[in-house]
């Protein structure tokens, strides 16, 4: 299974853009990278994923290296709802549909 | 609208018990899963199963089981052979076919204590 390696914490400024790094240098050329969140004691929420084009949604973009090994999740203009923790996955555990999820990082969105 | 439901939200048990945490789903997903996530942790997959009838243990399925009667429901018991229950659990769902597209949806969680 293609692991992650993610920053434990990182701290952001309201108002400005939250730039979320992840490692996955063992990543497959069939693998998705997926990004979710999870605010306390909820469940993850989904905010994006992408194959090898960068992507963007209403909630944020995901810029993928040309080597696939990394990628960005940018939070363009963070709010304090946006404290959070952040996972980053990449693809799907063989043919069982099993996402792995690391320890991922934790955001403080501070005023 | 379509999603996935927890019940329920929070869950107390005496040691020596067993309980069921319900989850369903009305998003005729194929695919469900069971994540524990225990406090400062990330999540750890219990039983996922991909059809109905059907279910293979995860990372952590000791002290645990589960059935697939119903492609909606995917209910998971919680036995007294599980040494340290008390934990916040996930299910989740994803289609099958073209499901590296699309990702998981989860539900909200139930938060089990065991007093």
């Known amino acids: 299974d293609a692991k992650t390696t993610q920053p434990p914490s990182m701290d952001c400024a309201e108002g400005r853009a939250a730039n979320l790094p992840c490692n996955h240098s063992?990543?497959?050329?069939?693998?998705?990278v997926y990004w979710y969140r999870q605010i306390h004691s909820q469940g993850p929420q989904y905010i994006i994923h992408?194959?090898?084009n960068n992507e963007t949604n209403e909630m944020a973009s995901l810029i993928i290296t040309e080597d696939r090994k990394s990628s960005t999740l940018i939070l363009p203009h963070a709010t304090l709802r946006d404290t959070a923790v952040y996972y980053c996955?990449?693809?799907?555990?063989?043919?069982?549909?099993?996402?792995?999820f690391g320890q991922g990082t934790t955001l403080q969105v501070k005023p | 609208d379509g999603g996935i439901t927890q019940s329920p939200k929070y869950l107390f048990r005496k040691e020596g018990q067993n309980v069921t945490l319900s989850c369903e789903q009305n998003?005729?997903?194929?695919?469900m899963y069971w994540y524990r996530q225990d406090p400062g942790q990330g999540l750890r997959l219990i039983y996922y199963?991909?059809?109905?009838?059907?279910?293979q243990k995860g990372d952590i399925a000791e002290g645990y089981s589960v059935s697939r009667e119903k492609k909606e429901s995917f209910p998971l018991t919680v036995t007294s052979a599980q040494k340290n229950p008390t934990a916040f659990y996930l299910c989740?769902?994803?289609?099958?076919?073209?499901?590296?597209?699309?990702?998981?949806?989860f539900g909200s969680g139930t938060r089990l204590t065991v007093v």
């Open positions: 989740a769902s994803s289609i099958r076919t073209g499901f590296e597209r699309y990702g998981y949806t």
């Open positions: 063992t990543i497959s050329g069939n693998e998705y």
């Open positions: 992408g194959l090898k």
């Open positions: 996955i990449v693809g799907f555990s063989g043919n069982t549909g099993k996402l792995i």
């Open positions: 998003l005729n997903h194929d695919a």
């Open positions: 199963s991909q059809i109905v009838n059907d279910f």
